[in-house]
């Protein structure tokens, strides 16, 4: 295991799909001050992945972090996909509002994965990442990412390419799987452990046990939480959020109220109540919204609105 303590980097990181054009086009100028504010509110974990705009989000990233000290941040990308010339052009297919100069290839095998990071580093302009993860092993092929994938990472973290490795994954028992399988630094669970998600989640107590730290996004849940009053058009899981979701979701935002706290604010902080949680990553794509998330995990949130939300939250 590594002797990266995530931890030391402070309890918000920056997530990087937003600055890649997902959903939307974001000028450069933009999306590199967006990063620089993120620098400016502290923040020294910065995640990326060349899925987030066909590179782009590497590129920006990189832009702005080749000219700060290498010493005092952490970079995470996530390995799984090569990004191949693609001879249909057009736009992206897959969400982020990019030209379709290359295509996405997902490969497992070390081959792959070694050149996936040799040419994120281009992308960036750093002669080395910190952190590795496997890309969304449960959408491709579990078994294929636990038995080529995983093993390809510890090699190179053995060889002191990498820093730490870890999975970058939706589902919590695909996570748990992966812990048992190999000897993982971190997980990056999107959305399954949040203020309107509270389940008994065993991943989160095998992690304590195998000192596998959890990097917690989607905090939010697809946008649900992100605002104090929930609109009627919220989403959830990236869809239209259902009445009974929106629902349980004002309630949350109510009981925020009855504390004088801001239903973001409780929802950003929630997950690192769970002694496996080392970090809460959010994504930003404006200068702004990265001074509100740096604004919502510093303020102050009394201990009894976390006992008045937790049964609300299961």
Known sequence: MTSLDLGNYGKLGFGGAGIGNLYRAIPDGEALATVLA??????????????????????????????????????????????????????????????????RVWDFSEKGIRRSIEDSLERLGLDHVDIAYLHDPDVHDLQAGISQGLPALEKLRSEGVVKAIGVGINSAEAALECVEAAELDLVMLAGRYTLLEQPDVPLLERCVERSTGVVSVGAYNSGLLARADVPDDAHYNYDQAPPEVLERARTLAAVCREYGVELPTAALQFPLRHPAVVNVTAGATSPEQVATNAARMDAPVPEELWEALEGVGR
């Open 38 to 103: 993120a620098w400016d509110a502290g923040i020294r974990y910065f995640d990326t992945a060349p899925h987030y705009g066909l590179g782009l989000s590497e590129q920006r990233l990189g832009a702005v972090l080749r000219d700060e000290p290498r010493d005092q941040f952490v970079i995470s990308t996530k390995v799984g996909r090569l990004l191949e010339p693609s001879p249909n052009g057009g736009q992206d297919p897959e969400g982020f509002d990019v030209p379709a100069t290359t295509r």
